[in-house]
């Protein structure tokens, strides 16, 4: 198997940023009110941002394919949208470690938490869309609406807390608008540097993903052009 230099590099920075990270996270002064819990900030904060940035990457992929019809833009999206589910569990854990000690219980029915759980539906329901089609023509279109309606998820997510005022805080860093930054100042490099390192996770486990669809799919053509290949040498025998 020919090793892939860039998908190497790109490993090798994610594990040195990784490495920073939790040396910075777990270096953070204490805060005054939530003491040790402010270091979850450092890794719910990336998580959601991943989940966001995947998601937006499933749908911009998709619209990719329907307009070149490349197969490739086909398997980034569903390799982007594996990542979305994955990390956005992984948001929802770091919420729940957070919830329990400062709201006094692991989950309520808040509009961020909600659009949260409703973005697993979406997107577990496109990857069961995608393992019910075997022609995969029509799986990738079918596949790319679900992805680019999906997107729709994002704004509204991050703007519940905005919409509908309930016991989620609002955002720590506000985007719209006046950016704003509503915690101690100490923290933000931290963070930003978090958010960078999670960016380069993205890019190296949607190329590493990549790659191993690409492998996965030209096994599974080369499987059906040999039981062709066998049948058209049963029908001349």
Same mark, same amino acid.
């Given at each position: 198997?020919?090793?892939?230099?860039?998908?190497?590099?790109?490993?090798?920075?994610?594990?040195?940023?990784?490495?920073?990270?939790? =040396? $910075?996270?777990?270096?953070?002064?204490?805060?005054?009110?939530?003491?040790?819990?402010?270091?979850?900030?450092?890794?719910?904060?990336?998580?959601?941002?991943?989940?966001?940035?995947?998601? =937006?990457?499933?749908?911009? @992929?998709?619209?990719?394919?329907?307009? #070149?019809?490349?197969?490739?833009?086909?398997?980034?999206?569903?390799?982007?949208?594996?990542?979305?589910?994955? @990390?956005?569990?992984?948001?929802?854990?770091?919420?729940?470690?957070?919830?329990?000690?400062?709201?006094?219980?692991? +989950?309520?029915?808040? *509009?961020?938490?909600?659009?949260? *759980?409703?973005? $697993?539906?979406? /997107?577990?329901?496109?990857?069961?869309?995608?393992? !019910?089609?075997?022609?995969?023509?029509? &799986?990738?279109?079918?596949?790319?609406?679900?992805?680019?309606?999906?997107?729709?998820?994002?704004?509204?997510?991050?703007? *519940?807390?905005? +919409?509908?005022?309930?016991?989620? #805080?609002? #955002?720590? !860093?506000? !985007?719209?608008?006046?950016? #704003?930054?509503? *915690?101690?100042?100490?923290? !933000?490099?931290?963070?930003?540097?978090?958010?960078?390192?999670?960016?380069?996770? /993205?890019?190296?486990?949607? &190329?590493?993903?990549?790659?191993?669809?690409?492998?996965?799919?030209?096994?599974?053509?080369?499987?059906?052009?040999?039981?062709?290949?066998?049948?058209?040498?049963?029908?001349?025998?």
């Amino acid at each position: 198997m020919k090793r892939d230099l860039t998908t190497t590099l790109l490993g090798a920075a994610t594990l040195t940023c990784v490495l920073a990270v939790l =040396g $910075l996270g777990l270096s953070a002064p204490l805060d005054a009110n939530q003491g040790s819990l402010v270091r979850l900030m450092f890794v719910h904060v990336p998580t959601a941002w991943l989940s966001y940035l995947a998601y =937006g990457g499933t749908g911009l @992929f998709g619209l990719l394919y329907l307009i #070149q019809r490349r197969r490739h833009w086909d398997r980034l999206a569903m390799a982007s949208a594996e990542m979305g589910v994955l @990390f956005t569990l992984a948001t929802i854990v770091g919420g729940m470690l957070w919830a329990k000690p400062t709201w006094g219980t692991y +989950w309520v029915w808040d *509009a961020r938490l909600t659009t949260t *759980a409703l973005s $697993l539906v979406v /997107y577990g329901g496109y990857l069961l869309i995608r393992s !019910l089609m075997d022609d995969p023509d029509k &799986r990738a279109r079918v596949s790319a609406v679900v992805g680019i309606v999906g997107t729709l998820y994002v704004p509204v997510n991050y703007m *519940a807390v905005e +919409w509908w005022r309930g016991v989620h #805080q609002t #955002q720590t !860093l506000m !985007l719209l608008g006046k950016i #704003q930054w509503k *915690a101690e100042a100490v923290y !933000l490099p931290t963070l930003l540097f978090s958010v960078f390192t999670f960016t380069v996770l /993205y890019v190296y486990l949607l &190329r590493l993903r990549g790659i191993l669809a690409a492998r996965e799919e030209a096994r599974e053509e080369r499987e059906l052009m040999s039981d062709l290949g066998a049948g058209v040498e049963a029908v001349r025998g």
